[in-house]
C-alpha cells in the first residue's frame, strides 16, 4: 500500500507542531534521528513531533537538536584527509569510514528487506535491490576486516619503518577488485532506483531507504578513493623505502 505525503502546515509552523511524517518526506535524512529516538516516521507519520516524543517518552528539545544537527553536519567540511600521513589516514578510514558502513548497514537492511517485502510483488527491481544490497553488504563486512586485520596493520608498520613479513602488493591487488565489485553493486543499485528517485507516493521507509542508498554510494566513492589513489600508492612507497634502506 502507497503512502502519499501532504504538506500542509504554513512555513513557520513550530517544529513540535508538524508532522514526522512531513518532516522526513521534506528531508529523509532525518529518518536517522528518528529512528535513533524510536520513533516511528512511517506507519505513524501523521502524528505531530510532539506526540511522537510524548508517546515514545522523549524530550522534544533532544530530538530537535538532533534535527538540527543533522542539517549542520551535511554542511561542514574539514581538513583533506588525503594530506594525512599514512598512519594517519588509516586511522581516519576505519574512523570515518568503516564506522559509517558499520553504523549504517543495519538500518539499511531493516528498510531494504521490508521495501522489497511490502512493495516487491508491483515493483518487481526492489526485489533486485534487496539482493544487491545483501550481497554487497555480505562482501563489504568481510572486506573491512580484512583491510583492519592484515592490510592496514602492514601499511602502520611500514610507516613506521619497520619491516614486514607479507608484502603489501598481494593484499593490495585483493582490495582493489573487491572495490571494482563494490563499485559494480552501486552502479546496478543506481539503475535499479533510477537514481535513487523514489515514486512521488512512496511511503517514508521508501524514501529513507533511498536517500540511505545515495548516502551510502557518497561515503563508499570517498572511501575507495582514499583508499585506491592515496593510501596504496602511499604504502607501495613506503615499501620501497624500507627495502632499498634494507
Known sequence: MSHSIAFTTPAGTPWTDRTVGELVAERPGRSRVFQSFQIDFCCQGARTLGEACQRVGVSPDSVIEQLEAEAATRETTGPNPAELSPTELVKHIVAIHHAYLRREFPRLRVMAEKVARVHGSHTPTLLEVWDVYQQLEAELLIHLEKEEQILFPAVT??????????????????????????????????????????????CNTYRALFAGLLDLETDLHRHIHLENSVLFPAAHALATRNSLAA
Open 157 to 202: 608498520a611500514l610507516d613506521s619503518g619497520d619491516s614486514v613479513d607479507l608484502p603489501v602488493d598481494g593484499p593490495i591487488a585483493c582490495m582493489m577488485r573487491e572495490h571494482e565489485d563494490a563499485g559494480g553493486a552501486l552502479v546496478r543499485l543506481r539503475e535499479l532506483t533510477h537514481g535513487y528517485q523514489p515514486p512521488v507516493d512512496a
